[in-house]
C-alpha cells in the first residue's frame, strides 16, 4: 500500500517505524525527530550537540511543542534513535515528501505552459569521511535536481563495493520520461546508460583519462575537421569571472559517428576545451574533456548541451559542499549504526526547505533560525506558521 502523502517534514516522522519496545517509550517517536532536526537546523552537528542544544532551550521546545512529558531526551535516547531507525526507510519517506513538495509548488504567474522538454539530473557520490575517523566510512550516492539542487534519492553503497553499484537500486523503478541523467567519469559504464535508456531517459556521461581506451576512442572524432561535404559541428564559446579567474569554456559536438563507437544508445559525442586564466597570477590551465549522450542533434542545441553539462556540478557546488562546509557533515565523528547516513538524509531534506522558503545563503538562514527557535518549528511543521 502506498505511503500517504506528508505535507510537512513532521508528518514524515510520524509514519516512521519505531524499533523501540513499548517499555522503553518515554518520548514520543516523532517528538524525538523534530527536536533533531531542528537542532541540525540551529547549526548542530553532533548527538552530543543536539542534546545540549535541547537543554539549553528547554523551556522554550516544551512551552512551544507541548509534549507528554515536559523533560527533554537524554543524549543516550538520540544517540539510540540515531543509531537504530531503518535508514533505508527514511530515505524513502523523505524520497516522497520531497517528490510532494515538489508537485505542489505553485506555478510563477508569467511562466510558460509548455513543459521543458528535458531537466537535468546528476549523479555522484560522496564519503561522510568524519564518520572514518573511528569506524567504517560511509559512500553515499545521491541523484539530484539541476536547478533547483533538490536532493529526489539517495542510496548507501554497500562495504568494499564501488560507488557505480548504488546507481542502478537509486534509479530503478523511476519514470525516467524527459530526464536526462549526467554522470562524471567514474560512473560511465554501458550497464548504466542501457538501464536510463530503457526507463525512458537520456544520458550525458563524461569520459576521462581513467578510461583511456574509451578517451582515445573519442578524441579521434576530432582530431579532423568534418569536410565542407559533410555536416558540421555544434559549437559554442562562453565566457565567464569570478573566484579570481578568468575561464573560457568552448564546446563542440558531432553526430557523425561512422558506426564506429559501440556505446549503448548514443548519439552525439562532445569535447568541451576549458581555459583558466587566474587573474591576479596570470598563471593558464587548460583541459580537455569528452562526453557522450543519447540526446540526439534534433533534440537538442549545443548551448542546452552545455547548460547539461555545467548543470551536473550543481550536486557538488549546491548540495556536497554546502552539507561538507555550512553544516559541518565531515567534521561530526557519529558513526556507529545508521548514525552517519541518517544525518547525511535529513540534513538533504533541511537544505532543501530552506532553499524552498527563499534562501540562497544557506549559512545566513542556519544563523537566523539558530537565532529564532519559533521560525525553525514552523519550517518543519512541528508548529503553526504565523500569518
Same mark, same amino acid.
Given at each position: 500500500?502506498?505511503?500517504?502523502?506528508?505535507?510537512?517534514?513532521? /508528518?514524515?516522522?510520524?509514519?516512521? +517505524?519505531?524499533?523501540?519496545?513499548?517499555?522503553?517509550?518515554?518520548?514520543?517517536?516523532?517528538?524525538?525527530?523534530?527536536?533533531?532536526?531542528?537542532?541540525?537546523?540551529?547549526?548542530?552537528?553532533?548527538?552530543?550537540?543536539?542534546?545540549?542544544?535541547?537543554?539549553?532551550?528547554?523551556?522554550?521546545?516544551? %512551552?512551544?511543542?507541548?509534549?507528554?512529558?515536559?523533560?527533554?531526551?537524554?543524549?543516550?535516547?538520540?544517540?539510540?534513535?540515531?543509531?537504530?531507525?531503518?535508514?533505508?526507510?527514511?530515505?524513502?519517506?523523505? $524520497?516522497?515528501?520531497?517528490?510532494?513538495?515538489?508537485?505542489?509548488?505553485?506555478?510563477?504567474?508569467? %511562466?510558460?505552459?509548455?513543459?521543458? @522538454?528535458?531537466?537535468?539530473? %546528476?549523479?555522484?557520490?560522496?564519503?561522510?569521511?568524519?564518520?572514518?575517523?573511528?569506524?567504517?566510512?560511509?559512500?553515499?550516492?545521491?541523484?539530484?535536481?539541476?536547478?533547483? $539542487?533538490?536532493? *529526489?534519492? @539517495?542510496?548507501?553503497?554497500?562495504?568494499?563495493?564501488?560507488?557505480?553499484?548504488?546507481?542502478?537500486?537509486?534509479?530503478?523503478?523511476?519514470?525516467?520520461?524527459?530526464?536526462?541523467?549526467?554522470?562524471?567519469?567514474?560512473?560511465?559504464?554501458?550497464?548504466?546508460?542501457?538501464?536510463?535508456?530503457?526507463?525512458?531517459? @537520456?544520458? *550525458?556521461?563524461?569520459?576521462?583519462?581513467?578510461?583511456?581506451?574509451?578517451?582515445?576512442?573519442?578524441?579521434?572524432?576530432?582530431?579532423?575537421?568534418?569536410?565542407?561535404?559533410?555536416?558540421?559541428?555544434?559549437?559554442?564559446?562562453?565566457? /565567464?569571472?569570478?573566484?579570481?579567474?578568468?575561464?573560457?569554456?568552448? *564546446?563542440?559536438?558531432?553526430?557523425?559517428?561512422?558506426?564506429?563507437?559501440?556505446?549503448?544508445?548514443?548519439?552525439?559525442?562532445?569535447?568541451?576545451?576549458?581555459?583558466?586564466?587566474?587573474?591576479?597570477?596570470?598563471?593558464? /590551465?587548460?583541459?580537455?574533456?569528452?562526453?557522450?549522450? /543519447?540526446? $540526439?542533434?534534433?533534440?537538442?542545441?549545443?548551448?542546452?548541451?552545455?547548460?547539461?553539462?555545467?548543470?551536473?556540478?550543481?550536486?557538488?557546488?549546491?548540495?556536497?559542499?554546502?552539507?561538507?562546509?555550512?553544516?559541518?557533515?565531515?567534521?561530526?565523528?557519529?558513526?556507529?549504526?545508521?548514525?552517519?547516513?541518517?544525518?547525511? %538524509?535529513?540534513?538533504?531534506?533541511?537544505?532543501?526547505?530552506?532553499?524552498?522558503?527563499?534562501?540562497?545563503?544557506?549559512?545566513?538562514?542556519?544563523?537566523?533560525?539558530?537565532?529564532?527557535?519559533?521560525?525553525?518549528?514552523? *519550517?518543519?511543521?512541528?508548529? +503553526?506558521?504565523?500569518?
Amino acid at each position: 500500500m502506498d505511503q500517504p502523502e506528508s505535507t510537512t517534514l513532521v /508528518s514524515v516522522f510520524s509514519q516512521l +517505524p519505531d524499533p523501540r519496545k513499548p517499555r522503553g517509550k518515554r518520548h514520543a517517536w516523532s517528538f524525538l525527530w523534530t527536536l533533531i532536526c531542528t537542532a541540525l537546523l540551529c547549526e548542530q552537528r553532533t548527538p552530543h550537540a543536539i542534546a545540549h542544544w535541547a537543554q539549553l532551550h528547554a523551556h522554550d521546545l516544551v %512551552a512551544r511543542l507541548q509534549p507528554a512529558r515536559p523533560q527533554l531526551p537524554s543524549e543516550a535516547t538520540f544517540r539510540r534513535a540515531l543509531r537504530r531507525l531503518d535508514r533505508t526507510e527514511l530515505e524513502q519517506h523523505l $524520497a516522497q515528501f520531497t517528490h510532494t513538495l515538489a508537485s505542489r509548488e505553485p506555478t510563477p504567474l508569467g %511562466a510558460t505552459i509548455a513543459p521543458v @522538454q528535458f531537466r537535468g539530473q %546528476a549523479i555522484d557520490g560522496k564519503a561522510v569521511r568524519g564518520a572514518g575517523m573511528h569506524g567504517p566510512r560511509p559512500h553515499l550516492v545521491s541523484l539530484v535536481c539541476h536547478t533547483t $539542487a533538490r536532493v *529526489l534519492a @539517495q542510496r548507501a553503497v554497500a562495504t568494499k563495493r564501488h560507488e557505480s553499484s548504488a546507481v542502478a537500486p537509486l534509479l530503478a523503478g523511476r519514470d525516467l520520461t524527459g530526464i536526462v541523467i549526467t554522470m562524471d567519469a567514474g560512473l560511465t559504464q554501458r550497464k548504466l546508460a542501457t538501464q536510463i535508456l530503457e526507463q525512458n531517459g @537520456q544520458y *550525458l556521461m563524461v569520459v576521462k583519462r581513467n578510461q583511456r581506451q574509451l578517451s582515445d576512442e573519442l578524441a579521434t572524432f576530432f582530431q579532423t575537421p568534418p569536410l565542407p561535404c559533410e555536416e558540421p559541428w555544434q559549437e559554442m564559446q562562453t565566457l /565567464s569571472k569570478g573566484h579570481g579567474r578568468l575561464e573560457t569554456r568552448h *564546446l563542440s559536438c558531432t553526430a557523425d559517428l561512422d558506426e564506429y563507437l559501440t556505446w549503448p544508445g548514443v548519439r552525439q559525442v562532445l569535447r568541451r576545451e576549458c581555459e583558466r586564466i587566474m587573474v591576479k597570477t596570470g598563471v593558464v /590551465s587548460r583541459s580537455v574533456t569528452y562526453g557522450m549522450t /543519447s540526446l $540526439a542533434r534534433h533534440e537538442v542545441t549545443v548551448a542546452q548541451m552545455e547548460g547539461l553539462w555545467r548543470g551536473h556540478w550543481t550536486i557538488e557546488n549546491r548540495v556536497h559542499y554546502v552539507r561538507d562546509v555550512t553544516f559541518g557533515e565531515d567534521a561530526g565523528q557519529a558513526w556507529t549504526g545508521s548514525t552517519p547516513q541518517v544525518l547525511a %538524509a535529513l540534513r538533504n531534506v533541511v537544505l532543501t526547505l530552506i532553499r524552498r522558503a527563499g534562501w540562497t545563503n544557506i549559512a545566513d538562514a542556519l544563523r537566523t533560525y539558530h537565532a529564532s527557535i519559533q521560525e525553525a518549528l514552523q *519550517l518543519l511543521g512541528a508548529i +503553526p506558521a504565523r500569518l
